[in-house]
């Protein structure tokens, strides 16, 4: 256990907050999740008073409650918010009450100290305090802080520390570091991560879709932390198959597992990577980079991180105080502990040019995805006007339609409820030269399907506004619309059971609104494949 300072084990860092326990009076004696918090500053913005005091001492701890503080946000003291950078106010010190907090922390949420819960007595603690405070003229609230730190030191984990009100408030005021992406070279994405917040994952995914990466991404992770192990798995997501399954695991101190997956799409899976760690490099972002590791195409390079078994929580005490204690442990998706930290496997040393063109010069050596040869067609048009793709007009029959060739048929039944557009209909998807089709046999219907929804593959098709196979996301958004108009969304419009639903090189978008839809090849963010369908559908 160590006191708090600006340098010890890297919390001077900006950000380094990303949960707060606050206790609050409870007749149920469980924790019980709230859901997220509002934006500081809005009419329902949380309270962090401390609770009223005295309590009858044979009451039931309180229920510790989970706070997420977000890029851009700091706690609010005594219900008033406050900025990045502005002082915070120190609610009224009342002697006793961070001890009895501390108590209910040990019985509740300390990783080795609930087996100790009955040597953690509140009495014997605070008699301490009024024993010392008659033969030293120490205020009360600085002996009440010696007492913590002696507690802390032998009933919790050796990560476990004290905070002092001004050393909280200052680490909680500090300027966040924002995620840094930018292109190095040719078709190369790089990404500074300071911290690991719930803005991330799609913070990076928004960079990818607008930049060239099919020559590889650049991950930096040095001085990075993170404590959401969902956030954790989300970013892990990005950049591993699905084939990945579990992505962090948690093990909290009654010895129970949780493991952690996510729904985010694979979108640089598959695209050669590679991460930058070093000593200040520790929780989240440690197993993330350890995760990372397990694929194939993924390099990791630098220095030696910290040791990332436990998982820690920040808790506010009612004096403005705050403990660090650790609450679980952290175990990667194949639930291997990572006591000693994470050896990278070539070392870097110097300036940042150096770490950089490191990281360049071995992404260089990885293989890159491969990319089938262009072939020059005959031009075709897909019209919204006309409703037609190519040869194919969109709600056509097509029972008449050639299926001839072995294999090229996938048969989805309605009964399944996999289908992802029209859940009730029978689906059987074409896919011929140039062309899938996605054809609806409705309730009722004995033996038409209809293509109601048509994409093609073929290198020249264009639209009528100029997009064409080849387009970029970002030309396709400049035309269509940025997420939030068009009724823009990125549902996969395969079904579970088709050859396309596991594909990792592709990601897709539709507009709801208008009824275009498009394939983007991942890497290169270049249109593939484009569609139409009926909208609203």
């Given at each position: 256990?160590?006191?708090?300072?600006?340098?010890?084990?890297?919390?001077?860092?900006?950000?380094?907050?990303?949960?707060?326990?606050?206790?609050?009076?409870?007749?149920?004696?469980?924790?019980?999740?709230?859901?997220?918090?509002?934006?500081?500053?809005?009419?329902?913005?949380?309270?962090?008073?401390?609770?009223?005091?005295?309590?009858?001492?044979?009451?039931?701890?309180?229920?510790?409650?989970?706070?997420?503080?977000?890029?851009?946000?700091?706690?609010?003291?005594?219900?008033?918010?406050?900025?990045?950078?502005?002082?915070?106010?120190?609610?009224?010190?009342?002697?006793?009450?961070?001890?009895?907090?501390?108590?209910?922390?040990?019985?509740?949420?300390?990783?080795?100290?609930?087996?100790?819960?009955?040597?953690?007595?509140?009495?014997?603690?605070?008699?301490?305090?009024?024993?010392?405070?008659?033969?030293?003229?120490?205020?009360?609230?600085?002996?009440?802080?010696?007492?913590?730190?002696?507690?802390?030191?032998?009933?919790?984990?050796?990560?476990?520390?004290?905070?002092?009100?001004?050393?909280?408030?200052?680490?909680?005021?500090?300027?966040?570091?924002?995620?840094?992406?930018?292109?190095?070279?040719?078709?190369?994405?790089?990404?500074?991560?300071?911290?690991?917040?719930?803005?991330?994952?799609?913070?990076?995914?928004?960079?990818?879709?607008?930049?060239d990466y099919s020559q590889g991404i650049l991950l930096d992770l040095r001085g990075s932390t993170?404590?959401?192990?969902?956030?954790?798995?989300?970013?892990?997501?990005?950049?591993?198959?699905?084939?990945?399954?579990?992505?962090?695991?948690?093990?909290?101190?009654?010895?129970?597992?949780?493991?952690?997956?996510?729904?985010?799409?694979?979108?640089?899976?598959?695209?050669?990577?590679?991460?930058?760690?070093?000593?200040?490099?520790?929780?989240?972002?440690?197993?993330?980079?350890?995760?990372?590791?397990?694929?194939?195409?993924?390099?990791?390079?630098?220095?030696?991180?910290?040791?990332?078994?436990?998982?820690?929580?920040?808790?506010?005490?009612?004096?403005?105080?705050?403990?660090?204690?650790?609450?679980?442990?952290?175990?990667?998706?194949?639930?291997?502990?990572?006591?000693?930290?994470?050896?990278?496997?070539?070392?870097?040393?110097?300036?940042?040019?150096?770490?950089?063109?490191?990281?360049?010069?071995?992404?260089?050596?990885?293989?890159?995805?491969?990319?089938?040869?262009?072939?020059?067609?005959?031009?075709?048009?897909?019209?919204?006007?006309?409703?037609?793709?190519?040869?194919?007009?969109?709600?056509?029959?097509?029972?008449?339609?050639?299926?001839?060739?072995?294999?090229?048929?996938?048969?989805?039944?309605?009964?399944?409820?996999?289908?992802?557009?029209?859940?009730?209909?029978?689906?059987?998807?074409?896919?011929?030269?140039?062309?899938?089709?996605?054809?609806?046999?409705?309730?009722?219907?004995?033996?038409?399907?209809?293509?109601?929804?048509?994409?093609?593959?073929?290198?020249?098709?264009?639209?009528?506004?100029?997009?064409?196979?080849?387009?970029?996301?970002?030309?396709?958004?400049?035309?269509?619309?940025?997420?939030?108009?068009?009724?823009?969304?990125?549902?996969?419009?395969?079904?579970?059971?088709?050859?396309?639903?596991?594909?990792?090189?592709?990601?897709?978008?539709?507009?709801?609104?208008?009824?275009?839809?498009?394939?983007?090849?991942?890497?290169?963010?270049?249109?593939?494949?484009?569609?139409?369908?009926?909208?609203?559908?």
């Open positions: 256990m160590t006191f708090f300072s600006s340098s010890s084990r890297g919390l001077g860092r900006a950000g380094l907050v990303m949960g707060i326990l606050l206790f609050s009076q409870s007749s149920r004696g469980q924790s019980q999740p709230l859901p997220p918090p509002p934006t500081v500053g809005s009419p329902n913005a949380p309270n962090l008073m401390a609770p009223d005091l005295p309590l009858p001492l044979e009451a039931s701890p309180a229920n510790p409650v989970m706070m997420d503080f977000t890029a851009g946000e700091v706690a609010p003291a005594n219900g008033i918010p406050i900025e990045p950078g502005s002082p915070v106010l120190a609610p009224e010190y009342q002697a006793g009450a961070d001890l009895r907090q501390l108590v209910g922390l040990f019985i509740n949420d300390s990783l080795d100290a609930g087996s100790q819960a009955g040597a953690v007595n509140y009495n014997e603690l605070y008699q301490q305090v009024l024993a010392r405070g008659y033969s030293n003229p120490q205020p009360t609230q600085e002996i009440e802080y010696e007492v913590i730190i002696e507690t802390l030191e032998r009933f919790g984990d050796p990560v476990d520390q004290f905070l002092p009100p001004e050393a909280f408030r200052a680490l909680l005021s500090q300027a966040r570091t924002p995620l840094e992406s930018r292109i190095l070279g040719t078709g190369v994405m790089y990404f500074r991560i300071p911290e690991l917040t719930p803005a991330t994952p799609q913070q990076i995914r928004r960079a990818l879709y607008l930049e993170g404590y959401d192990p969902q956030v954790i798995a989300d970013v892990a997501r990005l950049f591993l198959p699905r084939s990945i399954t579990n992505l962090v695991v948690t093990e909290d101190r009654f010895g129970q597992l949780t493991t952690w997956n996510s729904p985010e799409l694979p979108i640089g899976a598959g695209v050669p990577l590679v991460v930058l760690v070093d000593g200040q490099t520790r929780q989240g972002a440690v197993l993330l980079a350890s995760q990372l590791a397990a694929s194939g195409q993924v390099a990791i390079l630098g220095q030696p991180t910290q040791g990332t078994d436990r998982q820690t929580r920040f808790f506010l005490l009612p004096s403005g105080a705050a403990v660090e204690m650790a609450v679980g442990r952290w175990r990667t998706g194949e639930n291997r502990p990572i006591v000693d930290g994470l050896t990278p496997m070539q070392a870097i040393s110097g300036s940042d040019g150096d770490w950089l063109n490191a990281g360049l010069g071995t992404l260089a050596s990885l293989p890159a995805r491969s990319r089938p040869a262009e072939q020059r067609q005959e031009s075709v048009m897909v019209s919204l006007a006309e409703r037609r793709v190519g040869r194919f007009d969109l709600g056509m029959d097509t029972r008449n339609v050639d299926t001839t060739v072995l294999g090229n048929v996938d048969s989805i039944a309605g009964t399944s409820r996999a289908n992802v557009f029209q859940p009730n209909s029978d689906l059987k998807i074409i896919y011929i030269q140039d062309y899938i089709l996605f054809n609806y046999r409705n309730p009722g219907i004995v033996d038409s399907y209809f293509a109601d929804r048509i994409y093609t593959t073929q290198a020249n098709a264009q639209t009528p506004e100029g997009i064409r196979v080849g387009s970029t996301y970002r030309e396709v958004t400049q035309v269509y619309g940025p997420p939030g108009e068009g009724g823009y969304n990125e549902v996969v419009p395969f079904p579970v059971g088709s050859r396309e639903v596991a594909r990792e090189d592709r990601y897709y978008v539709n507009y709801d609104s208008l009824g275009i839809a498009f394939a983007f090849e991942v890497g290169s963010n270049q249109v593939v494949a484009i569609g139409l369908y009926k909208p609203g559908s």
